[in-house]
């Protein structure tokens, strides 16, 4: 394939995946339209990489999801994925969802306790590990002895308090980190 169809094939790609990203936006920005109510939610790795994307329909008010499907992604970012897009919107359509609700950002890890793990952190996913998984912000500070139970698989019965090391005068980590050090 020359050079002029591999760039062609290329943008046309990305314009699939903008136009079936703006036609999922654009249904989120709408607001509330009533019941059937579609959720969109983003998984991954880390914050940079969605390797999955969970699509629930609530069917109405104090509902739970009656239908939920998940797309994956082997390492590729699943939201460069244009034929993924298109089943998302045709999945939402099939299921007559008035209203969309979507995350903009990844919001953990694609691993799901109880199925794929068990305990309250995912041993492969260490970036999600002490994470608030709306703001990506720290909310533990791990001790190395903690991290490298944790690394190990060590903790997987463990609660994440058991993360935070027993404040004490030899530590110093807690002042530290009071004063922003």
């Known amino acids: 394939m020359s050079q002029t169809l591999k760039a062609s094939s290329t943008r046309d ?5 903008e136009r079936a990203r703006k036609r ?3 249904r989120a920005k709408r607001g509330f339209r009533g019941y059937p109510l579609a959720t969109a939610a983003l998984y991954g790795p880390d914050d940079r990489t969605a390797t999955k994307l969970a ?9 739970d999801a009656t239908e939920l499907r998940r797309w994956f992604s082997e390492g590729a970012d699943i939201r460069s994925d244009a034929d993924i897009a298109e089943e998302v ?21 694609p691993h799901e306790e109880g199925i794929d793990y068990q305990g309250p952190t995912c041993p492969v996913c260490t970036f999600w590990a ?14 190395s002895k903690a991290l490298a139970q944790f ?12 993360l935070i090391p027993a404040p004490s005068a030899e530590s110093g980590w807690l002042p530290r980190l009071i004063a922003g050090d």
């Open 13 to 17: 790609n990305a314009q699939m995946i």
């Open 24 to 26: 999922l936006s654009k």
């Open 55 to 63: 699509v629930g329909i609530v069917p109405a008010e104090h509902a």
């Open 89 to 109: 919107l045709a999945f939402v359509a099939a299921a007559g969802a008035r209203s969309v609700v979507m995350t903009d950002t990844i919001i953990g890890c």
């Open 130 to 143: 002490g994470r608030d998984r709306w703001t990506g912000e720290r909310t533990l500070v791990p001790s």
């Open 151 to 162: 690394r190990s698989g060590a903790l997987l019965a463990q609660p994440a308090l058991s």
